[in-house]
C-alpha cells in the first residue's frame, strides 16, 4: 500500500480526492492537512464520510507531511502550493499539484496572470497532467501539474481538430459554463444560493485566469501559438461544466465525418465518451464520474465545427484526474479506483 497525504483537504476538491481515495485499493490514506480544521476530526468537517476514516486534520506542517506519506497531492490556492511542492520534491515524494502553479510553462505568463513564482526551477519539470493527450509524458515522473477544470473540457473538445489541422487555430471561440462548486467552498457574496439561484451570469470577460493554459495546450497541440475568445458562465447548480467550442473548418466535414474523427480518436480511451451523430451532451450525464462526454456538429452554412464537451468540475476537472495521473505515474492500472459510473438523474 502507498500512504497518501492530501495536503489542503477542508474544500470541495479535498473532500473528493478523500471520497475516490478511500476506494482506491492501493493507497492508505495516512495524512489530510488544513489549516483552519487542524485538530478536528475529517467526519465533522465532511460528515459524508461518517464511518469510513477516523483521521483528524493535520496542520501543513512540512516534517508531518513527509514523514508520514509516501506521495502527496496538493489542493492548496495558487502561492501557497509553490511554498511547500519544492521540500516534498527534495524529501523524495511524487507530487500531483491541484494548482496553477505548475502549469504554465513561461514564468512571465504565470506572473502576469498570477502572482510572483517562487520555484520557476520546476516549471521545465513539471508534466502536465492531461493523460489523454499527454499520457506518455506522465508515466514515472514525480511532480504533475493536474489541469484545470475548464481547460480540461476545451483541450479534449479540440484536440481531434488540431492534432490534423483541420480547424483554424485563430478562429477559436470558447463559451463555458459551470457549476458554483467551481468558486470552491469558503463564502463569497457572488456564490450565496440568492444570488446564483434562477441566475446565469458570465464573468472574468476576456481575463479569466484558465485562458493562458488553455491558449498553452491548444497551442502544443497546434504546433503553433494560439489565441483563443474564452468567456465562463456561473450556472445554478452545484457541479458540471459544459463548455461549447466554435472553430472554423480548414477543409469541408459533415457532422458524420467529424463525429467519425472524434470517434476514432477517443476509441481506446477509457474515459472520454463520443455521443453518436445527432446527440449532444448534458452535464447530468458525467455527474459524480471521472468521464468527459463529447458531441460534435458540422454547420456546412458557416464552415464552422461546434463541439460540446461536459466534465464534472471536481472530478475530471479535478480530483478524479488526479487520481488518475497518480495511477499512470506509479504505473498501475489507469481506471484503478475510477470505474464508478455517473449518477443519474
Not at 115 to 144: C, M, Q, W
Not at 177 to 201: D, I, M, P, Q
Not at 230 to 240: D, E, K, Q, Y
Not at 311 to 316: F, P, S, T, Y
Request: net charge neutral; aromatic share 6%.
Amino acid at each position: 500500500m502507498v500512504r497518501v497525504a492530501i495536503v489542503g483537504a477542508s474544500g470541495y476538491t479535498g473532500v473528493e480526492l478523500l471520497r475516490l481515495l478511500l476506494n482506491h485499493p492501493r493507497v492508505e490514506i495516512t495524512c489530510v492537512t488544513s489549516r483552519q480544521n487542524a485538530g478536528t476530526p475529517i467526519v465533522s468537517v465532511f460528515p459524508s464520510l461518517l464511518g469510513r476514516i477516523d483521521l483528524a486534520f493535520d496542520p501543513v506542517d512540512l516534517d508531518t507531511i513527509i514523514r508520514k506519506s509516501d506521495f502527496v497531492f496538493t489542493a492548496l490556492p495558487h502561492k501557497a502550493a509553490m511554498l511547500v511542492v519544492p521540500e516534498l520534491l527534495k524529501a523524495g515524494k511524487k507530487v500531483v499539484d491541484l494548482s496553477a502553479d505548475y502549469r504554465l510553462r513561461d514564468v512571465a505568463v504565470y506572473e502576469a496572470w498570477y502572482d510572483k513564482h517562487t520555484s520557476p526551477e520546476l516549471l521545465g519539470e513539471a508534466i502536465y497532467g492531461l493523460p489523454e493527450l499527454f499520457r506518455e509524458n506522465i508515466r514515472g515522473v514525480r511532480l504533475v501539474a493536474n489541469p484545470g477544470c475548464y481547460p480540461t473540457s476545451v483541450a479534449l473538445a479540440l484536440a481531434p481538430l488540431l492534432e490534423k489541422m483541420l480547424i483554424d487555430p485563430h478562429s477559436l471561440i470558447i463559451d463555458s459554463k459551470s457549476g458554483t462548486s467551481g468558486a470552491g467552498r469558503t463564502a463569497k457574496l457572488g456564490s450565496l444560493y440568492c444570488e446564483v439561484n434562477e441566475g446565469f451570469k458570465a464573468y472574468g470577460v476576456a481575463s479569466h485566469r484558465h485562458t493562458p493554459e488553455i491558449e498553452q495546450t491548444l497551442g502544443q497541440l497546434a504546433g503553433q501559438p494560439v489565441r483563443v475568445s474564452f468567456t465562463p458562465h456561473l450556472l445554478p447548480v452545484s457541479r458540471g461544466i459544459l463548455s461549447t467550442c466554435y472553430a472554423t473548418l480548414t477543409q469541408p466535414m459533415d457532422t458524420a465525418q467529424l463525429q467519425g474523427l472524434f470517434a476514432r480518436r477517443y476509441a481506446d480511451e477509457p474515459f472520454v465518451r463520443v455521443h453518436p451523430k445527432g446527440e449532444l451532451p448534458n452535464i447530468l450525464h458525467v455527474r459524480g464520474s471521472n468521464f468527459c462526454n463529447l458531441g460534435v456538429v458540422g454547420d456546412p452554412r458557416t464552415g464552422r465545427v461546434i463541439v460540446v464537451s461536459v466534465i464534472d468540475n471536481l472530478l475530471k476537472g479535478a480530483a478524479s484526474q488526479a487520481v488518475q495521473n497518480m495511477n499512470i505515474m506509479l504505473d498501475w492500472e489507469e481506471d484503478c479506483g475510477l470505474k464508478d459510473l455517473p449518477l443519474y438523474p
